[in-house]
């Protein structure tokens, strides 16, 4: 269970993070929350809101929710007083490219983590952002050795400046996707279909010229051109 005043990973990992998520509930803005899909098959975090079962390097003994790349897992992330709930899922990863990608109901941040074993916690890769039931940014999409990785679901420090709101469990404003992904070239359909093939070439045309921020923008460098191509082509097939 991490507290609020000096969570391990809710100050540390926040800092210097920049997410355009608004230091506010989402409906706060819209007067309403916009609903998350859960796709049939999806992993349930299995830990219900207000409580904190899989709170990672921030409980100890450490705990995690274990999942697996194709997964995607729906849970729920909370604030009550000087509690927060920080979602940790434990990846045994074969090596390669690891991303995570996270939609939420509320401002949120997803990190691909290593120094999982003995908790020496560290992030890698980029910094994922979610708000209003949409990904602003994928988290990781980095290339790693084999060896167990973290995915960490968490509030954005941002909301602990100033007046935190609280994300009271039962306000409709819990709920979260995030899809992990060790083939980011597999990008239709939604969540991935195991296969790089002909409906990812003609999603990667469609956005061809802009700044996805995120697959296929592949290399990230906020254009969707012909490294991005050939780097699909390049990884044509099934994925690993
Ligand atoms: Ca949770
Ligand atoms: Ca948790
Ligand atoms: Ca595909
Ligand atoms: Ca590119």
Known sequence: MARRENPIFVTCLGIGITCTAP????????????????PAGALDEAEPCGKDTNGGCNSNPPVFTVAECGDTVCGTLWIEDVVVDTDWFLINHGGGILSAKLFSQFPGTCYIVDGIDGCNPFPVGDVGCSENG??????????????EYAVLVKLPHCLFDGIPPDVLCGNGCNDYRVEISCCPWDVEPMGGDGIVGITDFLELLAQWGTDPGGPPDFDGDGNVGIVDFLNLLANWGLCP
């Not at 230091?23 to 859960?38: E, K």
């Not at 602003?136 to 060896?147: F, V, W």
């Open 23 to 38: 230091a506010r509930l989402c409906f706060a803005d819209t007067g309403a929350c916009r609903p998350v899909d859960c």
């Open 134 to 147: 949409a990904n602003q940014t994928p988290a990781g999409n980095i290339d790693l050795p084999a060896g």
